[in-house]
């Protein structure tokens, strides 16, 4: 009967062990490797902004009225960065926001909030500049790349 029961045990124990296996994927997205420098004139500033982007988003320029527009498109995963850069694109993270976190790229401060289904990005002391992406699903890499910005 022991015997019995300590085989039950093991077939119990081995199952569920195969199912937490299988509900646990381990499998990561990774971007492409390498960076390529993009650098903006900013409307109304001396300075320009730079950013490094992976090696698989093409940049599309999309025609603003007020400020430079445009988005990063990846041709690897379902990824696109939109900008919003110039005096008169304003913030889209509120200054007074209680749920703004602060980071800083190579030489800018910048904010973050999720907002509308939005990782929203500000550099307010860049013209400002302003990045959004739809949804949460890429934020690690999303965020090494506001990282890079810089102004020069």
Request: proline share 5%; hydrophobic share 45%.
């Amino acid at each position: 009967m022991k015997k019995v029961n300590l085989l039950w045990f093991l077939l119990i124990l081995l199952s569920c062990s195969k199912q937490a296996n299988q509900e646990a994927p381990t499998e990561q997205t990774e971007l492409c490797p390498g960076a390529i420098l993009h650098t903006f004139s900013v409307p109304g500033e001396v300075e320009n902004l730079s950013i490094q982007v992976p090696t698989c988003f093409r940049l599309a320029i999309l025609q603003g009225i007020d400020s430079s527009v445009g988005e990063f498109i990846s041709s690897e995963v379902d990824l696109k960065i939109t900008y919003d850069i110039g005096v008169l694109a304003g913030n889209y993270v509120n200054a007074n926001s209680p749920n703004k976190q602060i980071f800083q790229s190579v030489n800018q401060e910048f904010w973050y909030e999720f907002i509308d289904n939005h990782m929203c990005f500000t550099f307010p002391n860049a013209g400002p500049a302003n990045f959004f992406v739809e949804g949460d699903a890429y934020f690690a890499d999303v965020l090494l790349i506001m990282k890079s910005v810089q102004t020069n």
